[in-house]
């Protein structure tokens, strides 16, 4: 059987328009996890583990409600509650693994599969500096399922950066992964499009030697992920852009959306 994880390196893009121009990128990298697979990725890599110390790890309570629940368990909860039903298909989890134990995720993306490998719904976790974090669920239109198309859409949730308020809806396009990674979230609130982040990456073998070409090339990467992500909140506020009020957690840590409604984000 082909494994369907796999090591995905590139870099991540931000694009701030207003209302002073801002820009970043920083190489990365990630894992592509089928929850089915992990396991025996524990068994047969070296530099790879779940739920326990080595270069580079996976650890179930970094994800979902931080639970002793199994993950997919989890996820099938939530798809539940958007009326949706995969059976046995697999769930794909893109994220950064823990790298010598540390780890912060902004977004981590689940991609869900029917058996017969048409994607139908994606979920969308993100984790604010804050330590909170909220999960958006929504539908793959029938028409896009099985080109692997993403064109969602959703309304900002959850409270991830102090220069941006609430008022704000994201659109998602992209693809299933493949050979290449690609994925684009644009912020747009009252005023038009305000932030642009997009996600690139070249598909690679989930090997040792790939794992740790990986972690030698970017050493240390979960640390500069949050090193950046305040040194670019510092510059943020040297330029004069606006500090906004933390509001209170969303009632819930999650966003549903059901197949019959689809943003219009997304279309």
């Known amino acids: 059987m082909t494994q369907a994880s796999a ?5 991540v893009m931000h694009r701030r328009v207003r209302p002073k121009a801002h820009r970043l990128n920083y190489r990365v990298f990630w894992l592509l996890l089928d929850l089915d697979e992990i396991d025996g990725l524990d068994r047969r890599l070296r530099l790879f583990s779940r739920n326990r110390f080595n270069l580079l790890s996976f650890h179930d309570r ?17 798809l539940a509650r958007a009326d949706i039903d995969i059976g046995d298909g697999p769930i794909r989890l893109l994220t950064m693994p823990r790298v010598l134990g540390y780890v912060f995720n902004p977004i981590s993306l689940y991609y869900c599969h029917q058996a017969d490998g048409r994607l139908v719904a994606m979920v ?33 949730a959850l409270y991830v950066s102090p220069f941006m308020g609430m008022e704000m809806d994201y659109a998602f396009r992209g693809h299933t992964p493949g050979q290449r990674l690609d994925l684009t979230i644009d912020g747009i609130d009252a005023e ?20 740790l070409a990986a972690a030698v090339a970017l050493p240390l990467m979960t640390l500069k992920v949050v090193a950046a992500i305040h040194w670019e909140a510092l510059k943020l506020w040297i330029k004069g852009v606006r500090l906004t009020r933390q509001p209170l957690p969303a009632s819930e840590p999650f966003t549903i959306q059901h197949r019959a409604r689809e943003s219009r984000l997304g279309r």
Do not use: M, N, W
Request: negative net charge.
């Open 192 to 211: 038009g499009l305000l932030i642009t982040a997009a996600l690139s990456a070249e598909r690679r073998p989930l090997d040792d030697g790939d794992l």
């Open 62 to 78: 970094d994800h979902g409600d931080g639970s002793c629940l199994a993950l997919r368990s989890q996820l099938e909860a939530l």
């Open 124 to 156: 969308y976790e993100v984790t604010s500096t804050f330590g909170v974090r909220h999960a958006y669920v929504i539908p793959v239109p029938t028409e896009d399922q099985a080109a692997g198309l993403i064109r969602q859409g959703a309304a900002k």
């Open 7 to 11: 090591l995905y390196r590139g870099q």
